[in-house]
Nanobody, 121 residues
Framework: QVQLVESGGGLVQPGGSLRLSCAASGSIFSINTMGWYRQAPGKQRELVAVITGDGSTNYADSVKGRFTLSRDYAKNTVLLQMNSLKPEDTAVYHC???????????????WGQGTQVTVSS
């Protein structure tokens, strides 16, 4: 079993900052990618940012220059630093990881339960 534990969501005023954390644990052999998606009410889920095993990052155009994704390989954790937040960033943010499980060496995607980010004055 693989678990993803997210933290750091909340309510913030426009222009403010939040930091989301996601830690993967359980039967993990190796992690390929880790990142975040988000889904706002009435909208499709969209990629926010993802980081690969070699440290390469990919960001949605809407968050470039404002959000920074970093990874702690030893702790199987990613941090999403979100600055200059806008009301349109309001959504449920879900952590995702693609990894190989220990033992069976199965490759698959695992999702966190989601954390709410609300940007409002």
């Amino acid at each position: 079993q693989v678990q993803l534990v997210e933290s750091g969501g909340g309510l913030v005023q426009p222009g403010g900052s939040l930091r989301l954390s996601c830690a993967a644990s359980g039967s993990i052999f190796s992690i390929n990618t880790m990142g975040w998606y988000r889904q706002a009410p009435g909208k499709q889920r969209e990629l926010v940012a993802v980081i690969t095993g070699d440290g390469s990052t990919n960001y949605a155009d809407s968050v470039k220059g404002r959000f920074t994704l970093s990874r702690d390989y030893a702790k199987n954790t990613v941090l999403l630093q979100m600055n200059s937040l806008k009301p349109e960033d309001t959504a449920v943010y879900h952590c995702i990881t693609n990894l190989y499980t220990a033992g069976s060496m199965e490759k698959g995607d695992y999702w966190g339960q989601g954390t709410q980010v609300t940007v409002s004055s």
